[in-house]
């Protein structure tokens, strides 16, 4: 079982960074994948990020709209993935949630069994 808690939501104006972190615990960072998703008001869940890795190689997968705007770190040691988020903009406003563990396709939200409970960002014009 894998839990996995996000942090970092906030209120930002457009232009603005900002980095959300998802923390794992209940299994070992070895060869793995995660994902980030968001759900702004009145919408379906979108995809937004995904990142794989192995001990040879890491791949990360992103939405067209965040592409060059949006990075997907992480930190084996902290059992941690983080979305960096810069140049925000008002559409990017939304609960954003983790995810892991995916056993199909990366932007598919039915892929993954295990979720964060989300965080808020709000971007203001």
């Known amino acids: 079982q894998v839990q996995l808690v996000e942090s970092g939501g906030g209120l930002v104006q457009a232009g603005d960074s900002l980095r959300l972190s998802c923390a794992a615990s209940?299994?070992?960072?070895?060869?793995?994948?995660m994902g980030w998703f968001r759900r702004a008001p009145g919408k379906e869940r979108e995809f937004v990020a995904a990142?794989?890795?192995?001990?040879?190689?890491?791949?990360?997968h992103y939405t067209d709209s965040v592409k060059g705007r949006f990075s997907i770190p992480r930190d084996n040691a902290e059992n941690t993935v983080y979305l960096q988020m810069n140049s925000l903009e008002p559409g990017d406003t939304a609960v954003y949630y983790c995810?892991?563990?995916?056993?199909?396709?990366?932007?598919?939200?039915?892929?993954?069994?295990?979720w964060g409970q989300g965080t808020q960002v709000t971007v203001s014009s």
């Open positions: 990142i794989s890795w192995s001990w040879r190689s890491e791949s990360t």
């Open positions: 995810a892991a563990d995916p056993t199909g396709p990366y932007s598919d939200s039915a892929s993954y069994p295990y």
């Open positions: 209940g299994r070992t960072f070895s060869a793995y994948a």
